[in-house]
């Protein structure tokens, strides 16, 4: 059962793809009316485990909101069983026109004296509405009346429920089609829609949770398999992923050497925040390539890291490397540039990008960009100058230094998974692209989703210490054969978990990033 959950506790998919797994489970016969039921009666099951634990007892009045079609049935069943078990239900339906089975079920309701509402001015007060109204693959704008009643339905002060979607949002995209209901709570039924990986959704999803009413896994992979793959890290798919346990005999270059090129007189906190990410990754040895006036400054916060001071400008950015003797780009397993840069370290960029002869036992040796490598980056026109290299790249954009990255691919803020997918087949680079929902894509198409995230990672140098993370995280997958892909997914988890954590002890206004390299090791332990 727990490989069941987990495997699908990872799925995510589309409003065609949802689509073509109910044609294939009606198809093999189940019928339409066995399986609404089924699915209603967990829907039920679960409401009535929440209320358990809330202030809505027995005889509270419960409005349940009704769509023409079976998401409609869906809560007219609810409505059914709640109304069973004492509560008191009323029902808003204001379609005339219904599915023939959402009709009989409506029909079953009345019989048992529940009162029906066609007109939001009717209806009664209420302390909890459950959302029925529209399920997945709705594309078209609501307009009155539906959407005036929704809108005043969002004005009441009680808590609402959502069947699979909160009615009048974008199964894939998360936009708003128009209007929306703000849910307190949205059960997602079967499995993960594109919407609730989507930042401009998140506001309406509430508290969102799968009901798992045991769709075949055959069905999934026979509609899945040419797709490609949108996967959620999990925490055991997190924790797996990383380069542990350690052998019994190694040493510390066994387990990765990182090359860290950040930092300006400017910005000296990027340069420490990336190089203390890095040491929360566990990398066996550490350089990092700073200015030499920032040298004392990094050594007295990293004693065990090789700090290599090199010339600089005169406005304190690195002038150009530096490297100790006997030592070159080739000496390091990965490479992370840019944190604290500013884009007076150009040529350093332009350097580190076309020297692409550094290579582990697969043919590669991964160089991250952020901050100001991006920046610098996309000066230099991404798209033309990423295809030219051999080995992978990797970058880490927020929204803003992504569409300086990639102006010409799919708007992110529209729709997150089809500008990353984009923006990787496009590069050939793997691109991490941060958010409430960070998602990440690999030039192949498949995606993978960080499920869940905190508002307090929204703070200066947050970013610094994923580079760092990440960087480390990639040393060290580069001595053990971990697909690159997956590290930045478990990088990107971890990062997330640490601020969640944080915030969960110390509030959202506690969590500094200095402070959130604090929490790194504790999410291992947790």
Known sequence: MQDRQEQFSQVVVTAGQMRDIEKRIFAA?????????KVAGLIA???????????????SRVG???????????ALVVARELHFRGYEVWIYSPFSKLKELTSQHLQYAESLGIPIYQT????????????????????????????SAINQLNE???????????????????????????????????????AFFQ?????????????????????????????????????????????????????KYKEGHLLLICGSRRYAGGAILTGLGARASGVGMLSIAVPES?????????????????????SGAIAHLQLPENTDLNSFNAIACGPGLTRDATPIVQEVIKSDGFANAKGERPLLLDADGLNILAQMGAIATLKKRQSVTLLTPHTGEFERLFPDVADAKHDRVQAVQEAAAQSQAVVLLKGARTAIANPQGAVWIV???????????????????????????????????????????????????AAQERTELGVDAFTLTQYLIKVLSN
């Open 29 to 37: 016969g189940m019928p339409v009316v066995a399986l609404m039921e």
């Open 45 to 59: 099951r679960r409401i009535l485990e929440i209320l358990s634990n809330t202030a809505l007892l027995k005889g």
């Open 64 to 74: 349940i909101l009704v769509g023409p079609g079976h998401n409609g049935g869906d």
């Open 120 to 147: 939001i001015e009717q209806l009664p007060d209420s302390d909890l509405l459950i959302d029925g109204l529209f399920g997945f693959g709705l594309e078209r704008n609501l307009t009155d009346p539906i959407a």
């Open 156 to 194: 009441l002060s009680v808590p609402i429920y959502s069947i699979d979607l909160p009615s009048g949002l974008h199964t894939d995209t998360g936009e708003v089609l128009g209007t929306a209901i703000r849910a307190t709570h949205t059960f997602c039924l079967g499995l993960w829609k594109l």
């Open 199 to 251: 930042d401009r959704a998140l506001e309406y999803l509430g508290k969102a949770e799968l009901i798992d009413f045991d769709i075949p896994l055959a069905d999934v992979e026979a509609v899945l398999k040419d797709a490609p793959k949108i996967k959620l890290i999990t925490r055991a798919k997190a924790l797996v992923t990383l380069p542990l346990p350690r052998p019994a005999v190694t040493h």
């Open 294 to 314: 920032l040298k004392s400054l990094l050594v007295s916060h990293l004693p065990e890291a090789l700090i290599v001071g090199c010339p600089e400008t005169e």
């Open 451 to 501: 499920p869940e995230s905190t508002p307090a990672l929204a703070r200066g140098g947050s970013g610094d210490v994923l580079t760092g993370l990440l960087g480390g995280l990639l040393a060290q997958a580069a001595t053990k054969q971990i697909p690159v892909e997956d590290i930045v997914a478990t990088a990107a988890w971890w990062h997330s978990q640490a601020g969640i954590l």
